[in-house]
């Protein structure tokens, strides 16, 4: 475990330096609209390794509500070679019981999210360019304590949320996969594609929904979830920005 740790800080190190020689910019993307990089610091790199550990465990927190989302819709019964393997590289989170994972991976969201709104500038994402625009007033630091408190808690909200996406992009890329190996007939491709995207589906990969030999339900599956994403990402957005907290 000492090891894994001291690999890891060492990971976090490199890369920190090396992104700082490239002056590669930084960010968090948090839902669809807010996105936090670093203050303006010069070459100073503590801070740079402060936001690089902070980008890794925004990873690390979504992939752990990917296992969450999963593990709610897989019947409890269910266990294969990639349910096996999705818990082992979800430790220790997936060794937690189910009804205390919610509850902490929440309160990681929380701290993440206060985090970044207090050290990181805010952008934010417009609709129509889709590049970033920078906030003078961050709305998670204006208006009275008790809204500030809130309108982080939404923020976090929108940092859970994120699970959703990083699915669909995930049963995309199966997708995509799948498609591939079929097309190069790569049997062991395949198979792999085929079980990522029926642990990604949970209960949902036994709904077969198609015909003439094609299967449409990891499709619906990925613009249903997408669409759920969009909608929590839009009105968490819009709660954040009334003019009654801000």
């Known amino acids: 475990v000492i090891a894994a740790v001291v690999i890891l800080l060492f990971g976090l190190l490199f890369k920190t330096l090396l992104f700082l020689r490239l002056q590669v910019t930084w960010s968090i993307k948090l839902g669809t609209f807010f996105q936090f990089s670093p203050q303006a610091i010069g070459d100073q790199p503590g801070p740079l390794l402060l936001f690089s550990l902070l980008h890794f465990a925004e990873f690390l927190f979504t992939l752990w509500t990917v296992y969450l989302l999963v593990?709610?819709?897989?019947?409890?019964?269910?266990?294969?070679?990639?349910?096996?393997?999705?818990?082992?590289?979800?430790?220790p989170f997936s060794r937690l019981p189910l009804l205390a994972q919610p509850v902490v991976l929440f309160a990681l969201h929380a701290m993440l999210a206060l985090i970044v709104s207090r050290i990181g500038a805010l952008s934010t994402i417009t609709q129509i360019t889709e590049s970033?625009?920078?906030?003078?007033?961050?709305p998670f630091l204006t208006g009275p304590f008790p809204a500030q408190v809130l309108k982080t808690g939404w923020l976090a909200a929108l940092s859970f949320a994120d699970g959703l996406s990083m699915l669909t992009r995930a049963l995309f890329i199966f997708i995509l996969g799948n498609l591939g190996a079929?097309?190069?007939q790569a049997q062991g491709a395949a198979m792999i594609c085929s079980e990522?995207?029926?642990?990604?589906?949970?209960?949902?990969a036994r709904a077969r929904v198609g015909g003439m030999g094609f299967d449409f339900t990891p499709l619906i599956f990925f613009f249903v979830v997408d669409m759920m994403y969009n909608s929590i990402c839009m009105g968490l957005f819009?709660?954040?920005?009334?003019?009654?907290f801000n």
Do not use: C, W
């Open 71 to 91: 593990r709610l819709i897989t019947p409890p019964f269910r266990t294969n070679r990639a349910t096996e393997a999705f818990a082992f590289f979800a430790r």
């Open 132 to 138: 970033p625009k920078q906030v003078m007033a961050s």
């Open 182 to 184: 079929a097309i190069l």
């Open 196 to 204: 990522g995207a029926d642990l990604l589906l949970g209960r949902f």
């Open 238 to 244: 819009k709660l954040i920005h009334l003019p009654l």
